[in-house]
């Protein structure tokens, strides 16, 4: 048995609103067998755009009930059936919340009808429900009203259930199927068809702009991670409606991909990769003389100030490799923003001025030439990762054919890249790891 249900809401998602009318349609298969509908007081105010699109306003549901008050008929009357839904994620996290919110643990089987259509009605340009609706030429008697919906649902889902030779519903509530939690507008191919290997994903907009741009080790296994049905806050409700299509690229390893997504993010600007767009500010070490020529470290937050030593996330970060330098190349750790007394040891003046020299000179030393070297995206060939004047200038990958013996000639093969502060802090960590062949150039 089917119930197929359909909610209006005070907003997009679970976490921050409440319904106004819950609705649910109970179908065998043939033909509808029961139906319920009630009006519900949401205890909260209904936006004006919301009542212009559903025609529900405050005055209607201000003697109705509470979800609480009607919480066990409607759990009596959902039963043990498949809960089905246009965009089943949503109406679902609205149930499942406000079940939550009296006591009852509801996690039935259930089955998106927008990703039922998109297997059995191949090809249309759009499953919305008005589409669909105008396509099996089903009239809605009351769109945007959940009674209505759920009605045309429950009309549609027959002509998809009669259509349906294979029985391709028995697939789609299977939870191990890999499309139980997939967006509603997402084919299925999308997901499948994703490789377990390293690389970068996009998710892509109706319009074939990326919303989103990710990294992965595998990139399949990371995909699903977006999908989770118990998110049911505003951005992930948000993000998922707006998906609809996954394109991919392979990049051979973790390093290749980490340094593409920075590369294509700051080129694309993706709506949904607000960490990029909106970075955390940044500390940095700067070296400064005093009126008698004596260099100190100091550390401060990156601004238009040009010619730091080293970058970092934060203070903390950028204190440890201070302390760090102050051990290892015998600083005054007065003169690097620590107290006098710190480490308890006597440092004179000429062993400081050395020891920032010997820094100094072992950091420009850094800053060269190198090709990375990596795993390829297929077996027959290698990736690498170019630094030229010790900034990312690119990634590419050569046949293992193919014999390399100029800079040259790797240019043929490589992908310009942009170099950024968080580029820039990969291959410091890579070189300092030792993880992947290097080579000077």
């Known amino acids: 048995m089917f119930a197929i249900v359909d909610v209006e809401t005070t907003g997009g998602h679970a976490s921050g609103h409440a319904m106004t009318e819950i609705a649910i349609v109970l179908y065998d298969g043939t033909k509808v067998v029961d139906n319920y509908s009630q009006l519900l007081n949401p205890k909260q105010h209904i936006p004006l755009n919301i009542q212009t699109l559903t025609g529900i306003t405050p005055d209607m549901v201000e003697d109705a009930p509470t979800f609480p008050d009607v919480a066990d008929e409607v759990r009596e009357f959902l039963g043990d059936h498949i809960f089905v839904a246009h965009n089943v994620n949503f109406d679902y996290s609205f149930v499942k919340s406000a079940f939550a919110s009296v006591g009852i643990d509801y996690n039935p089987k259930r089955m998106c009808s927008v990703r039922y259509a998109r297997r059995v009605e191949k090809g249309l340009k759009s499953y919305s429900l008005g589409n669909l609706c105008k396509h099996f030429k089903v009239n809605n008697e009351a769109a945007h009203r959940a009674w209505g919906d759920a009605t045309a649902t429950a009309k549609i889902m027959e002509y998809l259930l009669e259509k349906d030779k294979d029985g391709q519903w028995q697939f789609l509530i299977k939870k191990n ?114 009126q008698k020529n004596v260099p100190s470290l100091a550390i401060n937050k990156i601004t238009s100030q040009q010619g730091y030593l080293r970058d970092f996330h934060s203070n903390s970060q950028a204190q440890s490799w201070v302390l760090k330098q102050i051990e290892e190349y015998n600083l005054n750790a007065a003169k690097c923003g620590f107290p006098f007394s710190f480490l308890d040891r006597e440092i004179t003046e000429e062993q400081h001025m050395t020891g920032v020299q010997r820094l100094i000179d072992d950091l420009n030393s850094q800053s060269q030439n190198l090709v990375i070297k990596t795993y390829g995206r297929e077996p027959d060939e290698d990736g690498f990762a170019l630094v030229k004047d010790g900034h990312l200038a690119g990634m590419g990958f050569v046949p293992h054919d193919v014999q390399i013996s100029s800079y040259g000639e790797l240019q043929g093969f490589t992908r310009e890249l942009h170099s950024s502060i968080t580029t820039q802090a990969i291959i410091r960590k890579v070189l300092e790891e030792g993880r992947y062949a290097v080579e000077e150039f």
């Open 177 to 290: 199927s890999g499309e139980f939690n997939l967006p509603a507008n997402l084919p299925s191919d999308d997901y499948h068809d994703l490789p377990e290997v390293p690389g970068v994903y996009y998710f892509m907009d109706n319009l074939g702009k990326p919303l989103y741009i990710g990294k992965a080790k595998n990139l399949k296994k990371r995909v699903a991670t977006h999908f989770v049905s118990d998110k049911e806050g505003s951005k992930s409700q948000g993000f998922k409606r707006e998906i609809f299509n996954i394109k991919f690229e392979k990049t051979g390893s973790e390093l290749l991909a980490s340094l593409l997504e920075d590369h294509e993010i700051r080129h694309y600007w993706p709506k949904y990769n607000r960490a990029q767009k909106n970075p955390k500010r940044k500390f940095a070490v700067y070296l400064f003389y005093n």
